[in-house]
């Protein structure tokens, strides 16, 4: 399957977060951005369910805390601000319900991706921005309103983007886009050392 169209033109169509119903796999959702208009849920035929404008959202990523699914996306309203938005899925509705905009950092984001820590549940963001900084956040979400502070940056040379986290093992990989594929320690107390992975 693939999903229905994007409703804007032109490298619009960006990154997807898949959501697995554990209980119903058939019921699992697709969210993903439209980097000209806002983000997207999308059933498993593909099909758009819902839709939430907003400026500018980049790459996506999503997480379970707490009994509540977070998606997080690279927000690049304002080139020289880094931002996250936050969002909860409402599973039974299928509809992303805002939870706000956060600053990271001077610089354009562009990649996003989560990381649960294993041994107390923290959640972590790593932004990934164009320049090749990867800034970390810590999203805390035991209050009113998310909490996101800017714990540690890293370094690649040239322009990145694409990122993800294994849980399993607290790995956090890099694409550097002209370069090739690097390795960090995703643990915010860890050395900030990328490791080759792949070159390009």
């Known amino acids: 399957a693939e999903t229905d169209p994007v409703d804007t033109a032109h490298d619009a169509a960006d990154d997807p977060a898949i959501w697995r119903n554990a209980k119903d796999p058939a019921q699992s959702l697709v969210i993903g951005t439209d980097k000209k208009a806002g983000i997207h849920v999308y059933d498993m035929a593909g099909k758009r369910v819902s839709f939430t404008p907003a400026a500018r959202l980049n790459n996506v990523d999503l997480r379970e805390v707490g009994g509540r699914v977070i998606a997080v996306a690279s927000d690049r309203a304002d080139v020289t601000q880094a931002h996250v938005a936050l969002f909860t899925l409402d599973t039974s509705t299928r509809r992303l319900v805002p939870m706000g905009r ?3 950092g001077p610089g354009e984001a562009y990649g996003m991706c989560l990381w649960t820590r294993a041994k107390d549940k923290a959640l972590f963001g790593f932004v990934v921005l164009k320049d090749g900084r ?3 956040v810590r999203i805390d979400l035991s209050g009113p309103s998310p909490v996101v502070t800017t714990v540690r940056s890293m370094k690649l040379g040239t322009q990145a983007e694409g990122c993800v986290v294994d ?3 607290g ?7 002209d370069v090739g594929l690097w390795r960090f320690a995703a643990d915010p107390a860890a050395p900030a050392t990328a490791t080759p992975i ?3």
């Open 102 to 104: 956060y600053p990271v």
């Open 134 to 136: 990867i800034d970390q």
């Open 167 to 169: 849980d399993r093992t």
């Open 171 to 177: 790995t956090l990989y890099v694409a550097e886009e």
């Open 198 to 200: 792949a070159r390009v």
